[in-house]
Nanobody, 123 residues
Framework: QVQLVESGGGLVQAGGSLSVSCVAS????????MGWFRQAPGKEREFVVA????????YYADSVKGRFTCSRDNDKNTVYLQMNNLKPEDTAVYYC????????????????WGQGTQVTVSS
């Protein structure tokens, strides 16, 4: 059993930066690849980034590539998402997920999900 808790969301002006974190409990985070997804009101959950269990490889959605950076610290059971140059269209609830070893862009490939943290980007 794994519990994931996101934190760090908030309100930021367009062009600003924000960092969100996901802390795992119940099982060491190093057992899984991790993914970040986001969901805006009225829209389906959207892939943001995946990171392998070792943190050696990452895969970003085109919409965030070059602006977002995902990293992990397995000793702290924590995965991070640094978001720079934020845009209003980045506004969503951001969810972290755990599953597999190398990461995936598909929600169905993840076993565990956090409750999400709200990120709002104003213009």
């Amino acid at each position: 059993q794994v519990q994931l808790v996101e934190s760090g969301g908030g309100l930021v002006q367009a062009g600003g930066s924000l960092s969100v974190s996901c802390v795992a409990s119940g099982r060491t985070l190093s057992s899984f690849a991790m993914g970040w997804f986001r969901q805006a009101p009225g829209k389906e959950r959207e892939f943001v980034v995946a990171i392998s269990w070792s943190g050696k490889s990452t895969y970003y959605a085109d919409s965030v590539k070059g602006r977002f950076t995902c990293s992990r610290d397995n000793d702290k059971n924590t995965v991070y998402l640094q978001m720079n140059n934020l845009k209003p269209e980045d506004t969503a609830v951001y969810y972290c997920a755990a599953g597999g070893k190398y990461g995936s862009s598909r929600t169905g490939d993840y076993l565990y999900w956090g409750q999400g943290t709200q990120v709002t980007v104003s213009s």
